[in-house]
């Protein structure tokens, strides 16, 4: 059985949350003060981040294909065998 493919976009999105879970952690556990709407520019910030990294890395990944004369219909890394 073969694993699933690497999506950085997913990476970078659950960093950014993970981060802002643990600023939010910090503030409630009385470590630090964060303003309640330092969240949104965080998270709306990291959702743009991973798009555009997963926009890239499926741009990579179809120049690679294309290039690739084996790769034909269905040929990709998530396809069954």
């Keep these: 059985m073969r ?3 690497f999506q950085p976009g997913r990476l970078v999105t659950g960093l950014v949350l993970a981060v802002a879970g643990f600023l939010y952690a910090g ?3 009385g470590l630090w003060q964060i303003p309640w709407f330092t ?3 965080l ?3 990291g959702l743009c981040l991973a798009g555009l990294v997963a926009a890239m890395a499926r741009g990579v990944r179809g ?4 290039r690739d004369p084996r790769a ?3 040929a990709g890394p998530d396809a069954p065998r």
């Design 3 to 5: 694993g699933r493919s």
């Design 27 to 29: 503030d409630a556990g």
């Design 39 to 41: 969240a949104i520019p």
């Design 43 to 45: 998270v709306v910030g």
């Design 63 to 66: 120049r690679r294909r294309a």
């Design 72 to 74: 034909g219909a269905g």
